[in-house]
């Protein structure tokens, strides 16, 4: 029996594993690297021990140090959750080493499908249908091996996974780039910078089998998930079931994947993850010999909780008959919010999350590792939270998700939101054609373009900040909101949006509130106001804004969407200009690569510095011909978004020719 758990992972899975520890009458012990102090799952879990440092490599993928904590807490079993340790054999085995009970599958099983290479061989050998590829060595002619696999070929690191240590190519010039690039980025990620090359499918769909196993020699599966909508390799949107999968093809998925497990001795919670072409067939990608992401579609759709599972099959228990007869029903969509900046490229954003809100509709569920007042750093993913809805049908739980996401409030950092909620209500996506080339054909900016804000937005912001002032004016607190004895001036205020600037001027004469944006005349009525809310006419229809102001910030929720208006201050600080020319950093991160010198002739495009951040690399280029006329970083550095990296400087009239 399990009479006390520690989680070997952080923010939301680490939370979302002690609620079902704690449901069952299991204690939970945290670990936490320095960052993550005052993280929520810190203070979930009935102890806590510290990691010291602030990077993986010195946290939370020290087996020795998660292993340390378990003693002196006197746990007598880990759960890994996903990413970090939760596919490492060698921990797996330390556990065992020390008495701990690990709540996975056995060291052998990991080791067999830790290796992608390894693991195609041996699923090739049970029968299950696998994509042709190779592995690289420093030895490799990776032209003649690319030619005898057919291209496009797939860069993939094998060891670890979304979609870190992967590029797609095409042209045989660029595979010695991109295998290099994998090789640092799977290194850095995965501590092994092995690649191997894969038959690359083109926009394929990509569908997964959840699989169970006891440890009495009873393997299942729970269905499929459909997982094709990617950005980077990355899953962001996963529903159950695929909408493409009839029961036939369910039935032989399920068989494959039952083979797979049964292959490697399988027991606890598992994936399988298959390609399936256009022509309905089904390639093997992996075995993921851990709990998923994407997890709680399943267990909407079959009403299982596979982390209660997952302790009561590591404390030798059979599987249950409602796991053996489980079945169907309804639809289940999940989207994961991602801290990220999706018009910019998808770059990872930072800052501190003043509110997180979330609408507890019927059929909802967040699964989140933040609150308010969370900060979202540069050292691990930067995923805030999965939000899922169970449905009916399949277009009532889009419904549902999409409004949740929309009325969300969410104040302080980037999100990804506005494209989860585009692509939900996109028709492509609701006749269920999804499949990993959906961001290609539908462009991402298009999509969060929907919810993006604008004039009314400001001005509802402009308003609550009035209400506030009012609220402040003790001396003339008694008169009617803008009464002058004498006409005047109307008072303005300027946000920026993005990449427009909104400047708001209103004024409150006899005859109503007078308003433009722009200097364009914005028809609106308004009905009350207060420093948190305001209601107003617009084009005879009747909207409530909430607005929270915060730190020069002005977060607006309505029903046609959420704005981040920063507001423009009065008098600039003319320091604050940057050099004409410079390149600035898009995202926090650190500096990996300088490619550049000083005084070196460039042209637009070329690749001038390596940014890394959240384990992803990031290539800045120069913007124009020209020469560098200062690098501001070397490796190593840390740097803020919209720190000056470098110079770039377009020849004068005299240097060119």
Same mark, same amino acid.
């Given at each position: 029996?399990? *009479? ?9 899975? +680490? ?7 704690? +449901? ?25 021990? $510290? ?32 990413? #970090? ?35 195609? *061989? ?16 420093? %030895? ?49 990620? #995965? ?24 440890? %009495? ?10 997982? *094709? ?12 079931? *695929? ?102 490229? #998808? ?7 003043? $509110? ?14 933040? =609150? ?12 805030? +939270? ?5 449905? $009916? ?62 004039? =009314? %937005?400001?001005? @509802? ?29 109307? !008072? ?36 009350? +106001? ?13 909207? @409530?804004?909430?607005? %929270? $102001? ?92 919209? !720190? =000056? ?13």
């Amino acid at each position: 029996m399990i *009479s006390k758990l520690l989680v070997a992972n952080r923010g939301e899975i +680490a939370a979302r594993v002690m609620r079902t520890a704690h +449901a069952v009458g299991i204690a939970t012990v945290a670990v936490y690297s320095d960052p993550d102090a005052d993280a929520p799952f810190v203070r979930l879990a009935d102890e806590a021990v $510290r990691l010291p440092g602030a990077i993986p490599a010195e946290t939370y993928l020290r087996g020795d140090l998660v292993v340390a904590a378990a003693t002196t807490t006197g746990a007598d079993a880990v759960h890994p959750g996903y990413g #970090f340790l939760s596919e490492n054999a060698d921990f797996a085995r330390a556990c065992a080493e020390a008495g701990l009970i690990f709540v996975g599958p056995s060291p052998d099983a990991i080791a067999s499908m830790g290796s992608k290479i390894e693991a195609k *061989s041996l699923m090739e050998k049970a029968g299950v249908p696998v994509l042709p590829g190779a592995t690289v060595t420093e %030895h490799s002619d990776l032209a003649a091996v690319a030619a005898d696999i057919g291209f496009p070929v797939l860069v993939k690191a094998a060891f670890g996974g979304g979609g870190r240590g992967m590029r797609v190519v095409g042209d045989p010039a660029e595979l010695a780039a991109a295998v290099e690039g994998a090789r640092r980025e799977a290194a850095s990620a #995965f501590g092994d910078g092995t690649v191997f090359l894969e038959r690359f499918v083109v926009d394929p769909r990509h569908i997964e089998v959840q699989i169970l196993g006891d440890a %009495h020699g009873e393997v299942v599966h729970l269905f499929e998930r459909e997982c *094709s909508i990617q950005r980077r390799y990355q899953k962001i949107v996963e529903e159950s079931p *695929s909408p493409v999968v009839d029961d036939a093809l369910r039935a032989e998925l399920g068989a494959a994947a039952v083979a797979a497990g049964k292959a490697i001795g399988y027991t606890g919670a598992g994936t399988v993850e298959f390609v399936l072409d256009r022509d309905g067939r089904f390639f093997f990608l992996e075995v993921n010999t851990r709990l998923q992401v994407e997890h709680p579609v399943t267990e909407l759709v079959t009403g299982l909780d596979l982390v209660e599972l997952q302790l009561r099959v590591a404390e030798g228990e059979q599987l249950p008959p409602e796991v053996t007869g489980a079945a169907i029903t309804g639809h289940a969509i999940e989207v994961r919010l991602y801290a990220e900046d999706v018009p910019a490229g #998808f770059l990872p954003a930072t800052g501190t999350l003043h $509110r997180f809100r979330v609408p507890a509709l019927p059929g909802v569920r967040v699964d989140s590792g933040v =609150v308010d007042g969370s900060v979202v750093g540069t050292h691990y993913d930067p995923m805030l +939270a999965k939000v899922i809805a169970h449905g $009916r049908t399949r277009t009532d739980a889009a419904r549902t998700l999409a409004r949740a996401l929309q009325r969300a409030e969410i104040h302080g950092v980037t999100t990804n939101r506005d494209l989860l909620v585009g692509i939900l209500r996109e028709r492509e996506f609701l006749a269920g054609r999804t499949d990993t080339g959906y961001l290609t054909r539908n462009d991402p900016a298009v999509l969060s373009s929907g919810a993006a804000g604008g004039a =009314v %937005h400001a001005a @509802a912001a402009a308003l609550a900040a009035q209400a506030t002032n009012r609220a402040a004016a003790r001396v003339v607190g008694g008169l009617p909101s803008g009464w002058r004895n004498v006409g005047g001036m109307p !008072q303005r205020v300027a946000y920026t949006l993005g990449e427009q600037t909104l400047e708001v001027t209103y004024a409150f004469r006899r005859t109503g509130l007078e308003l433009a944006v722009n200097g364009d005349p914005l028809p609106v009525r308004l009905l009350w +106001a207060t420093p948190d809310a305001v209601e107003l006419m617009v084009g005879g229809v009747r909207r @409530a804004y909430a607005v %929270h $102001r915060v730190l020069g910030w002005s977060y607006v929720d309505g029903p046609d969407g959420s704005a981040a208006l920063a507001e423009v201050p009065r008098f600039a600080d003319p320091n604050a200009v940057a050099h004409a020319g410079s390149l600035l950093a898009p995202m926090p991160g650190g500096v990996v690569r300088v490619l550049a010198t000083r005084g070196a002739a460039v042209t637009a495009g070329q690749p001038l510095l390596v940014l890394e951040a959240m384990k992803m690399e990031h290539t800045v280029a120069a913007p124009v011909d020209g020469i560098v006329a200062e690098i501001a970083v070397a490796p190593g550095d840390q740097v803020s978004t919209g !720190q =000056v990296l470098a110079v770039v400087e377009e020849p004068g009239p005299e240097t060119s020719g």
